[in-house]
């Protein structure tokens, strides 16, 4: 069975910076893309980022660009999020999200972790 | 980039009603698209990817359909348990933009 579990959210002060982990399980992590996906509270859905299955490529919204770095260790099964310069719209629950496949949609997501920007 | 929209932004139908929900995209993504049903509190779950494939597990009165730039969500007979917000998704490239959600309730 397919497990992400998400961990490392805080709350941070504004121009702070954090690390976000998902260690996952029950599927062999380094066939697929991961994603990050976030949800501001009462809000919709946002797409953070894309790494592709061996890190060699990645991709970032707008919203997040030069202040996230998306990362992987495929030996440890485990995805991460930098975040950087953080600032109070940064607030969110933050999913990590499983590539069905070819840079696909997204078939699990994890629980999440709340990141809270706030001085 | 490219925008996604739905419409409407909320619903409300009675059991056994039929209920449809459009997105649509600003430019055409052929049928790379993706359908996700967020029920209140709990994580998003997809249900429709290209377009009109159903996902594994999920009940057949739901069902997807369109190409391009519109598409359409429909389910067939509207149960208590699809109370949730419902949420398209466009994966042709990145960014992997979602729309901004139907609330769906029952009446």
């Known amino acids: 069975e397919v497990h992400l579990v998400e961990s490392g959210g805080v709350v941070v002060q504004p121009g702070g910076s954090l690390r976000l982990s998902c260690a996952a399980s029950?599927?062999?992590?380094?066939?697929?893309?991961m994603h990050w996906v976030r949800q501001a509270p009462g809000k919709g859905l946002e797409w953070v980022s894309l790494i592709s299955w061996d890190g060699g490529s990645t991709y970032y919204a707008d919203s997040v660009k030069g202040r996230f770095t998306i990362s992987r260790d495929n030996s440890k099964n485990s995805l991460y999020l930098q975040m950087n310069s953080l600032r109070a719209e940064d607030t969110a629950l933050y999913y990590c999200?499983?590539?069905?496949?070819?840079?696909?949609?997204?078939?699990?997501w994890g629980q999440g972790t709340l990141v809270t920007v706030s001085s | 980039d490219i925008q996604m929209t739905q419409s409407p932004s909320s619903l409300s139908a009675s059991v056994g009603d039929r209920v449809t929900i459009t997105c649509r995209a600003s430019q055409g993504i052929s049928n790379y698209l993706a359908w996700y049903q967020q029920k209140p509190g709990k994580v998003p779950k997809l249900l429709i990817y290209?377009?009109?494939t159903l996902q594994s597990g999920v009940p057949s009165r739901f069902s997807g359909s369109g190409s391009g730039a519109d598409f359409t969500l429909t389910i067939s007979s509207l149960q208590p348990e699809d109370v949730a917000t419902y949420y398209c998704?466009?994966?042709?490239?990145?960014?992997?933009?979602f729309g901004p959600g139907t609330k769906v309730d029952i009446k």
């Open positions: 998704q466009k994966y042709n490239s990145a960014p992997f933009t």
């Open positions: 290209a377009a009109s």
């Open positions: 999200a499983k590539d069905i496949g070819g840079n696909g949609p997204f078939d699990y």
């Open positions: 029950g599927f062999t992590f380094d066939d697929y893309a």
